[in-house]
């Protein structure tokens, strides 16, 4: 099981960056997957995750109306799309894989099984 992340970079506040997350090595389509994110100094926080079926979508809020998460089965991906991006916004961005037995939630760290690592996302204001 292999999570890789990619896209981040360095970013002007307004402006936009789109992650994505390759997976290898499993049927993808078997995973729930999540996007944290961990700024300096503080403790990693829930961003975005997405079901199995792509069907059910949950958002921090405050995230919520800027970024968006989607998955691409045939691709093997999952992409979190980040518009309006803020200073707060800075962090390493995470990719996560939820595998069975799944989780209750999705909101916690606990809650995944497989991680990638991570990329940086700076926006300077």
């Known amino acids: 099981v292999q999570l890789q992340a990619f896209g981040g970079g360095l970013v002007q506040a307004g402006g936009s960056l789109r992650l994505s997350c390759a997976a290898s090595g499993w049927t993808f389509s078997n995973y729930n997957m999540g996007w944290f994110r961990q700024a300096p100094g503080k403790e990693r926080e829930f961003v975005a995750a997405?079901?199995?079926?792509?069907?059910?979508?949950y958002y921090a809020d405050a995230v919520k109306g800027r970024f968006t998460i989607s998955r691409n089965g045939a691709k093997n991906t999952v992409s979190l799309q980040m518009n309006s991006l803020k200073p707060e916004d800075t962090a390493v961005y995470y990719c996560?894989?939820?595998?069975?037995?799944?989780?209750?939630?999705?909101?916690?760290?606990?809650?995944?099984?497989?991680w990638g690592q991570g990329t940086k996302v700076t926006v300077s204001s």
């Open positions: 997405i079901s199995r079926s792509g069907g059910s979508i």
């Open positions: 996560a894989a939820d595998r069975p037995p799944y989780s209750f939630s999705y909101f916690q760290s606990r809650d995944y099984d497989d």
